[in-house]
């Protein structure tokens, strides 16, 4: 949340990934330091220490190697790890805390790893399907099962799958008809976790609603065209989705 984190002083990551609601925002452009349109819809910062890769395109392996990017990229930060630190250094109070949290002055590899441990702390447990899964069996309704037994019968569980019910995978978007324009055409499989409370979806951000994403994912990856009743049921089990943070249920952006 501290905005020495970028060049100018008027960003933090928090800035554009909202803990108090879903560890995105509706829309990056509104903060991109150059005003540049985003080419990608701002993912959740929540559970995404559990994902095996980051970002859309799935090109970090690690929290402080895309924490560095962050920090570098010119429409996020527009900074640099050596600045950062540097301004760090300039702070008294922050010396202390580093010193006793590293036993050292803020250096690269400290401030990467504190920006990571916050990041590993950014898990959304409890929710409804976790409890089911743990086996309390009335933490699903009739309907939200018979949408998770849609989601693994027509086959959305091929590509979202693990931990975080997707992030473990790579896998060409638009299979069977196209389903975003722009590139790249091999993603990251998105993480579900949360999925009701992040709006817009896919990496362009071009579908608004659940509806819209779950119709589309159908058709585009499946070759399936859904009746009502189908969209109904898949977005009901995709609502069971939601975790907790800090004991509070994840909440969506203000529209
Ligand atoms: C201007 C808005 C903006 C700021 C500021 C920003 N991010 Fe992001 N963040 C994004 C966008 C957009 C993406 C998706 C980028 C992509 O896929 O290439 C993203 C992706 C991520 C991801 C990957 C999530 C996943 O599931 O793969 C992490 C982790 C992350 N950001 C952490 C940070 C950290 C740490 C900072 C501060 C150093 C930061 N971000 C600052 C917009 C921002
Ligand atoms: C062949 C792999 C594959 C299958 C099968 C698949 N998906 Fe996806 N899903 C993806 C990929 C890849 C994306 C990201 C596409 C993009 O934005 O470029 C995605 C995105 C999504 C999103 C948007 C997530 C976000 O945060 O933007 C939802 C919701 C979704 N899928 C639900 C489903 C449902 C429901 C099914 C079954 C009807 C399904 N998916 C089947 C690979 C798949």
């Known amino acids: ?90 702070d008294p109070q922050m010396v202390r805390q580093f010193r006793a949290a590293y036993g050292r002055a803020p250096d690269r590899s400290s401030l990467l790893d504190a920006l990571a441990a916050f990041e590993k702390s950014l898990v959304t447990p409890g929710s409804r399907f976790d409890r089911w899964l743990a086996g309390d069996t009335a933490a699903l309704s009739a309907a939200e099962l018979g949408g998770y037994e849609i989601f693994k019968s027509f086959g959305c569980i091929s590509c979202h799958q693990g931990v975080n019910v997707g992030g473990n995978l790579f896998q060409r978007q638009g299979i069977f008809r196209p389903l975003v324009h722009a590139k790249p055409d091999v993603v990251r499989v998105p993480s579900l976790r949360n999925v009701a409370a992040t709006a817009p979806y896919f990496h362009d951000g071009s579908a608004a609603t659940l509806e819209e994403a779950v119709r589309k994912m159908a058709a585009a990856q499946l070759d399936r065209s859904l009746t009502d009743d189908q969209v109904t049921a898949l977005v009901a089990f995709l609502q069971t989705l939601t975790g907790n943070y800090r004991g509070m249920p994840v909440k969506g952006t203000p529209q």
């Open 1 to 90: 949340m501290d905005p020495r984190l970028s060049n100018d002083g008027k960003l933090a990551c928090s800035s554009c990934h909202d803990v108090s609601t879903n560890g995105a925002t509706r829309s990056s452009a509104m903060v991109r330091h150059d005003g540049s349109n985003a080419p990608f819809d701002t993912l959740t910062i929540f559970n995404s220490a559990l994902s095996f890769r980051l970002n859309w395109e799935g090109n970090y392996r690690t929290l402080e190697s895309q924490a560095e990017s962050s920090l570098e990229n010119p429409a996020n930060m527009a900074t640099s790890v050596e600045d950062v630190v540097s301004r760090l250094n300039a």
